[in-house]
């Protein structure tokens, strides 16, 4: 596969190229991204994940070729000074010096020695996976060690955060802003600071769903199955020295703890887009940060349909056709009007605009039953749009068909449809034309 030439400069304008591309389509590129998602349960999502995530692009953890040290060099990239990275604990901000030194180095947040340690015979996977990898301090790395992450006290001791990025270098008592740690190995607890303490938990989480035992589906290299668990007796079996076939981490009940406390931000999305356009594979807990709750408790909340919908939407692979779907609330209904409706194909040549007074339109409207309305079309006749004209009811509600409405998301849609008097089947994927109401529609599916 083509990779980025070795040389800082030439990888971080490819990457800051991508990373611009990629926010700028972000919306379609994640939908279609995660197409293949089952929501269902716990176990389907799980499961429908891990085949979307699986079988990564690997780089070398150090060599003269593109490593592990460019890509996080620019996943790491202070925004405020691109000659430098900032540290994932302290804070710190340090020049850029492509490779090892004395002041930071690379962090395996799922420490290697819980399950996968050596990487000399084989190719290891979650040893260079960078969505897990980030810079830091050396002397915090080392006194982090592979201790579990968990929450700490004010017996605790300290490791203070430095002031960059508009954020840390507050410090005080606990728990201020600071990196607090006691204890050894297994034994031990690292309470990271509360402005990356998100970063690692959802960095954990995809470790947990992104290997699951096996061999990676184009080299054949056997991968291990990692777990988070809040069972410090399991951590320490998987601590042998030795590549295992499990391994564990946690502390899984303080690592949801965090990804709630701490949302997805700035600086964790650089990290996120940078490594995910050098391996190919997303982390879907920083994408869907809703997603966490049904793989890791059970608790798999259904979108549900709500006036944040209200708005124009499309298909982009047929610009001629177009749906408008409003949504009442109090009748815990929707509606969708479909324009451009044809029985024969249109000329060749044939152009269509938005709303046009001379176009046909199908018409539903049904109940809401969580993320989903099945509706009967109703075919009109007369009129046109935007006028006083009457419109004719050419059959009884429902007699032609029906248009089931589905969404997964604030963005996204399917559309159904069954259209018995004419014999046509089908299924369209939708997208707002535009997302004028995307805050409103996140607040109201987020509401009780």
């Not at 050396?138 to 006194?143: A, I, M, P, R, T």
């Not at 152009?351 to 109940?367: F, M, S």
């Amino acid at each position: 596969s083509l990779q980025p030439a070795k040389g800082s400069g030439v990888i971080r304008n490819f990457v800051l190229f991508i990373f611009l591309f990629t926010v700028l389509s972000m919306a379609r590129a994640e939908a279609e991204y995660y197409d293949t998602v089952d929501t269902s349960t716990p176990q389907s999502l799980r499961d429908s994940l891990h085949e979307i995530i699986d079988d990564h692009q690997r780089f070398p953890y150090t060599s003269s070729s593109t490593d592990t040290w460019d890509v996080l060099e620019i996943a790491d990239e202070n925004q405020d000074n691109p000659d430098n990275i900032i540290t994932i604990y302290r804070n710190a901000t340090y020049l850029k010096v492509h490779g090892g030194n004395d002041n930071y180095n690379r962090e395996h947040t799922w420490p290697k020695s819980y399950g996968f340690p050596d990487n000399g015979a084989s190719l290891n996977y979650p040893y260079t996976d960078m969505h897990h990898l980030f810079l830091a301090d050396v002397n915090y790395n080392f006194n982090r060690s592979n201790k579990p992450y968990d929450n700490c006290s004010s017996q605790c001791v300290g490791y203070e955060t430095l002031a960059n990025n508009g954020r840390g270098g507050i410090g005080g008592a606990y728990p201020s802003d600071s990196n607090w740690t006691e204890g050894a190995y297994t034994d031990g607890k690292w309470e990271t600071w509360s402005g990356r303490r998100g970063d690692v938990a959802r960095a954990m989480m995809y470790m947990d769903v992104r290997y699951a035992g096996g061999t990676h589906g184009v080299t054949g290299s056997t991968e291990p199955d990692l777990i988070l668990t809040d069972d410090r007796s399991l951590m320490n079996q998987s601590n042998t020295g030795d590549n295992e076939a499990v391994g564990y981490m946690g502390l899984l009940s303080v690592l949801l703890q965090w990804h709630k406390e701490d949302p997805v931000d700035l600086v964790e999305t650089q990290h996120h887009e940078t490594v995910a356009s050098f391996q190919g594979n997303r982390n879907p807990f920083i994408d869907h940060p809703e997603w966490a709750s049904c793989v890791f408790e059970g608790i798999c909340k259904v979108f549900k349909i709500n006036a944040g919908l209200n708005d124009a939407w499309y298909n982009p692979e047929t610009d001629g056709q177009g749906f408008f779907i409003t949504v009442f609330p109090d009748l815990s209904a929707v509606s969708i009007a479909w324009f451009t409706y044809d029985t024969a194909l249109p000329d060749e040549d044939a152009q269509a605009n938005l709303g046009d007074p001379g176009h046909r339109w199908i018409t539903a409207v049904g109940p809401v039953n969580g993320n989903q309305a099945v509706m009967n079309i109703d075919i009109t006749s007369g009129g046109v749009f935007d006028t006083q004209s009457e419109v004719l009811h050419t059959s009884p509600a429902g007699a032609d068909g029906t248009i089931t409405l589905t969404f997964e998301s604030c963005h996204a849609a399917v559309v159904d449809y069954d259209i018995t008097s004419i014999g046509r089947q089908g299924s369209v994927a939708i997208q707002r034309v535009a997302d004028d109401n995307i805050t409103l529609c996140e607040v109201l599916s987020a509401a009780p």
